[in-house]
C-alpha cells in the first residue's frame, strides 16, 4: 500500500521560509516522477515543482528562484524548501508520486498516481 505523508506546514509571514517533507512507503522515490502540487481557495490545483524520474526538475514560473525541490533516496523523502515567501503562496500543499516520467510531464499534472493528504503553508502579509 502506498503511502504519502507530508509535514513542515505553518504559518508564517511573508519573506520567511518553511520546508516540507513527504515521506514515502510503499513506493520507491528514485524510479518515479515526484513532485509538489498546492490548492488554494476557489483555485485549482497548480504544479509547484517536480522532479522526474531521470533527475530532471521543473518549477511553476510563480516559485522559480524561490523554492527548491529535492529528494533523499535512501531516506524516501522528498523535500520542498520554500524562501521568500509571499501571500499569494498561500495553501495546501500535496506531495505526489507518478510513473517513469521527465519533471516537465508531470508538473502539467499528467502520469501522477498517489496523492498525500496534504498540509496547510499560509503567509500573512
Known amino acids: 500500500q502506498v503511502q504519502l505523508v507530508e509535514s513542515g506546514g505553518g504559518s508564517v509571514q511573508a519573506g520567511g521560509s518553511l520546508r516540507l517533507s513527504c515521506a514515502a512507503s510503499?513506493?520507491?522515490?528514485?524510479?518515479?516522477?515526484m513532485g509538489w502540487f498546492r490548492q488554494a481557495p476557489g483555485e485549482e490545483r497548480e504544479g509547484v515543482a517536480v522532479?522526474?524520474?531521470?533527475?530532471?526538475?521543473s518549477y511553476a514560473d510563480s516559485v522559480k528562484g524561490r523554492f527548491t525541490i529535492s529528494r533523499d533516496n535512501a531516506k524516501n523523502t522528498l523535500y520542498l524548501q520554500m524562501n521568500s515567501l509571499k501571500p499569494e503562496d498561500t495553501a495546501m500543499y500535496y506531495c505526489?508520486?507518478?510513473?517513469?516520467?521527465?519533471?516537465?510531464?508531470?508538473?502539467?499534472?499528467?502520469?501522477?498516481?498517489?496523492w498525500g493528504k496534504g498540509t496547510l503553508v499560509t503567509i500573512s502579509s
Open positions: 505526489t508520486a507518478g510513473g517513469r516520467f521527465r519533471s516537465s510531464f508531470c508538473l502539467k499534472g499528467y502520469g501522477l498516481d498517489y
Open positions: 510503499g513506493v520507491t522515490y528514485s524510479s518515479r516522477c
Open positions: 522532479i522526474g524520474s531521470d533527475g530532471s526538475t
